[in-house]
């Protein structure tokens, strides 16, 4: 600004005509903006082509004949306070002969198939991993499928390949992606936390598939694999990685341990007068909480209750005595204390956890494996947290090679 408030002379222009130092804004290389037109329904930027540079080949940047020429549009960062703002450039159609076909130039700032910029196609992808689409489409005024488009094309060209090499320790899980029990296998790097692999389903075929898709060397690499001891993988890991370890992962043997409680709990319930049943009544996540977590109320119901039903009190205490074993540093003391603890649980007089001591027994030493291999869950609540969100930013979608790169995005760019 002058001192007068005016603007200065060579700040001022008209619309639809040539503007200088263009580039500082608009930067395409092998063209120059010859024209801007801002009216209020958006504005225009239109290029012309640099004439001392030869038209080239999107793709292999070879000479193109000039042939048939034409004009092409590209949706670009808004101006101002919203303007809706459109690259109109020339194009050539010319048979390229590297790439033996006819090919059309266009700037490499702008995406081949989106019709939009590069630029303004990253920001939407920036402002759809941490907002809705729906929000992210008012933004920018595009409707949620162009989110999702832009955001996958850009995912698509920026994330890098699923790191398979050198895999020490994997975690396979199965999720619920969409309403209405739709499924899919995943596998987690579990030092690193990055989704390597989804796929539809949760049968052996849908991990068998991605075993197959390893090099003798990459499966080698794998030393160790945590699971949820019911789940249909076991089978297939046995044969494809004969050398792994089998881990049960500490999550799921915490959800084990937590299903056999409320089973006792709901036993009870039914059993309970109308007066014990006000006290068991709602204390279902109470029971899943670790001693000392709670907040002062809820404790107090805990204790409440814990001192009215026996087998209750009883059905926590195994609980915890677990939770202790899972927090021990070496391999061989925790198996003791498993045992020991399979041998109280199975006189406990609860069928739940009769039936997981049996089973905890069979196979104790997968129990306490995660111990040695260093496998821990953390990277399995991780990703449930991230599958979440990012199907509720999502809404809904549908498709699964979006949510794989949107998900894996959230696990490699932490
Ligand atoms: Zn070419």
């Known amino acids: 600004m002058t001192e007068n408030g005016d603007i200065p002379p060579n700040l001022r222009f008209k619309t639809g005509v040539k503007v200088r130092n263009s580039k500082a804004l608009y930067r395409f290389e092998g063209y120059v903006v010859e024209e801007l037109n801002c009216q209020e329904i958006g504005a225009q930027i239109k290029l012309r082509f640099d004439e001392r540079k030869p038209a080239r080949c999107p793709e292999c940047n070879d000479r193109l004949p000039r042939n048939r020429p034409g004009s092409s549009a590209a949706m670009d960062m808004p101006l101002g306070e919203g303007l809706v703002v459109w690259i109109i450039f020339p194009t ?69 390949k699923p ?89 799921h043997l915490v959800a084990n341990i937590n299903a056999a409680i409320d089973e006792v709990r709901r036993t009870q319930w039914r059993e309970a007068s109308a007066e014990d049943k006000a006290a068991i009544k ?41 939770r202790v074993i899972c927090e021990y540093r070496y391999t061989a003391c925790a198996a003791k204390a498993l045992e020991s603890w399979c041998e109280m649980t199975q006189t406990s007089d609860m069928k739940s956890f009769e039936r997981l001591a049996r089973s905890f027994r069979k196979s104790a030493g997968k129990v306490v494996a995660f111990i040695k291999h260093r496998v821990t869950s953390g990277r399995i609540e991780g990703l449930n947290n991230q599958v979440a969100k990012v199907v509720h930013r999502a809404c809904g979608v549908r498709d699964l090679d979006y949510l794989f790169l949107r998900l894996r995005h959230q696990t490699v760019m932490r």
């Open 282 to 322: 709602g204390s279902r996540y109470i029971l899943y909480a670790n001693s000392g977590g709670l907040e002062p109320d809820p404790q107090a119901r805990l204790d409440r209750l814990l001192e009215a039903n026996q087998p209750i009190s009883l059905a926590y205490q195994l609980k915890e005595q677990f």
């Open 92 to 160: 050539i159609q010319g048979y390229c002969r590297t790439c033996q076909c006819y090919q059309t130039t266009r700037p490499a700032e702008i995406h081949p198939e989106a019709r939009a910029t590069w630029r303004f196609m990253r920001t939407v992808s920036d402002w759809a991993s941490v907002a809705p689409a729906t929000a992210v489409a008012a933004m920018f005024e595009i409707s949620d499928h162009t989110v999702r488009r832009y955001d996958k094309k850009v995912l698509e060209a920026d994330l890098p």
């Open 163 to 251: 790191q398979l090499d050198g895999l020490r320790a994997i975690l396979i899980d199965e999720k619920a992606v969409r309403r209405g029990h739709s499924y899919v296998t995943v596998v987690i790097n579990a030092d690193t936390g990055e989704l390597v692999y989804m796929a539809e389903g949760r049968k052996k075929q849908t991990l068998a598939a991605f075993f197959d898709q390893l090099t003798a060397e990459q499966r080698a690499s794998i030393e160790a694999v945590g699971i949820d001891r019911s789940g249909a993988y076991q089978a297939v890991i046995e044969e494809y990685l004969p050398g792994a370890a089998i881990v049960y992962d500490r999550l």
